[in-house]
């Protein structure tokens, strides 16, 4: 956390970047002192983000780069490419920034969701089915409220489902539409 | 079926080869191994009381018995995805790398370029491009589900493709599956052959011979092209080969694969093809009753 004197220096700072531009991949800076584009997130804040919340290593991510398209949608991607790029995809989405509560992808928990140790929530079989329909459900939950991976078993391992928003001994599904399965 | 009949002098089997057109094909999967294991996959199945077949040229190839193979456990967590037996064979001849810079030339809906990027263990990059921008969100859509961190997505014309947006000049390898009749998925849409023309086909063969060109021309010396389509018609296969073969500097080369097949034609309708052309595989469906397809593996000798 930066004190407030930092703060205004850094708002000054902001004058001084670039605008975001949405329609082109802009690859994060390594630190918040290295940014070029205003807002923009850094790296070690994304790898930050993970690691507090959700106890991923952020060695996990040491051959992948962040990107950043639109207002504050990061994607990952372990391929080669220069900055900044115009292209239709590069890699995932992962993360939306740019509000105060950074909320994953379902896509990313499902391919990265095995690294997290915390804000983990395991579901029966009948609760994930509930929960990858897309439906809210009222569950007990004694850790952090916001935005949770929800995990249930497959094949003798956890197996993380998606994210979910626990408020209010809520868990709502945040499955994407185009994601959601009645099984 | 009336169009096919101008294939009865090539077909060895030609009552068995449209019996099996008529047949409506079953339910693949490939098993997506950015993301889980094929023993865990197939675990996943048992407990879902889903019931499969492995393929054995492919163990990751899976034949389901559900009607509904998109709502299995499997399938939303990204650990199969619904593939054609044959559509997965053209990524296996390609063999690509971890590390590799593989081009997929016509990506869209993205089942091969997810597969080529498992393959490659999802390291190195894998450029699935698409010339159709209302197929491009079914590939990102795939490519998401599935994982894939290493795949980028463009969207240009093939023919004459720019490598500008990358930070290197050229590609190891490079898959074109190109835009076809589409004879060969007969099984799977009963009205594949409903808008069959030969001017169809002499006017699709025009852009599968510029996108194998421009392919080979992106891809390094030494690096491996691989030419396949869901077609019978030697005008879209054969002959699309050896105009390559007489414009580029590249060669027909053997693969193998543990699937039935015949060999390329020598021949077709007065034209002789390369001998090399016998190296390149056509699949028939009543071979391993599958939907049919031709794969020609090419090296780029300059």
Not at chain 1, 42 to 60: G, K, M, Q
Not at chain 2, 73 to 82: A, I, K, L, V, Y
Not at chain 2, 142 to 171: C, I, K, M, W
Request: hydrophobic share 35%; net charge negative.
């Amino acid at each position: 956390m930066e004190d407030d004197t930092t703060d205004e220096r850094a708002d000054d700072a902001e004058r001084e970047l670039e605008q975001n531009v949405g329609q082109r991949f802009g690859r994060l800076p390594e630190t918040a002192a290295e940014r070029t584009v205003e807002g923009r997130a850094s790296r070690e804040e994304v790898l930050e983000f993970f690691a507090d919340r959700f106890a991923i290593p952020p060695a996990t991510f040491d051959d992948d780069t962040f990107w950043e398209k639109g207002a504050g949608k990061i994607w990952l991607y372990s391929g080669e490419a220069s900055t900044p790029v115009e292209i239709e995809a590069i890699g995932m989405t992962c993360l939306r920034t740019r509000q105060e509560h950074w909320k994953p992808t379902t896509d990313f928990v499902q391919r990265f969701g095995h690294h997290a140790s915390e804000c983990v929530i395991d579901l029966d079989r009948e609760q994930a089915r509930r929960f990858a329909a897309g439906e809210d459900q009222e569950l007990a939950w004694d850790g952090d409220w916001g935005y949770l991976i929800a995990a249930h078993t497959v094949a003798g391992e956890r197996e993380p489902l998606g994210v979910g928003l626990y408020v209010h001994g809520e868990l709502r599904s945040m499955v994407p539409k185009g994601r959601q399965r009645d099984l | 079926m009336e169009p096919l009949e101008r294939y009865r002098p090539i077909i060895d089997d030609f009552e068995a080869f449209l019996a099996a057109c008529e047949r409506p094909l079953g339910n693949a999967v490939r098993v997506n191994t950015i993301k889980t294991s094929v023993e865990r996959a197939t675990t996943a199945l048992e407990e879902d009381g889903v019931a499969y077949d492995q393929a054995d040229w492919n163990p990751r190839v899976l034949r389901l018995e559900t009607n509904s193979p998109g709502s299995t456990w499997t399938s939303f967590h990204g650990f199969t995805h619904g593939q054609e037996e044959v559509s997965a064979v053209p990524p296996v001849v390609l063999d690509p790398r971890p590390g590799d810079r593989v081009w997929d030339c016509c990506a869209a809906p993205g089942g091969k370029a997810t597969q080529l990027a498992a393959l490659m263990d999802d390291r190195g990059t894998v450029v699935a491009n698409d010339s159709n921008l209302g197929r491009i969100s079914a590939l990102r859509f795939n490519a998401e589900r599935l994982g894939a961190t290493s795949l980028a997505v463009t969207n240009d014309d093939a023919r004459n493709y720019s490598l500008q947006r990358f930070p290197f000049d050229e590609f190891d390898r490079a898959l074109v599956d190109a835009p076809c009749s589409c004879e060969g998925t007969i099984r799977k849409n009963p009205d594949a052959l409903d808008n069959w023309s030969p001017d169809h086909i002499n006017s699709v063969a025009g852009i599968q011979k510029g996108i194998l060109r421009r392919a080979l021309q992106a891809t390094c010396e030494g690096g491996t092209v691989v030419y396949s389509t869901c077609t019978f018609a030697p005008e879209e296969n054969e002959a699309v080969v050896q105009h390559a073969l007489e414009t580029e500097d590249c060669r027909v080369v053997d693969f193998d694969l543990g699937l039935e097949y015949a060999p390329g034609l020598a021949e077709w309708d007065g034209e002789t093809f390369d001998a090399a052309l016998e190296r390149a595989a056509r699949i028939y469906p009543h071979h391993n009753d599958t939907g049919g397809f031709f794969v020609a593996k090419l090296e780029v000798t300059a």
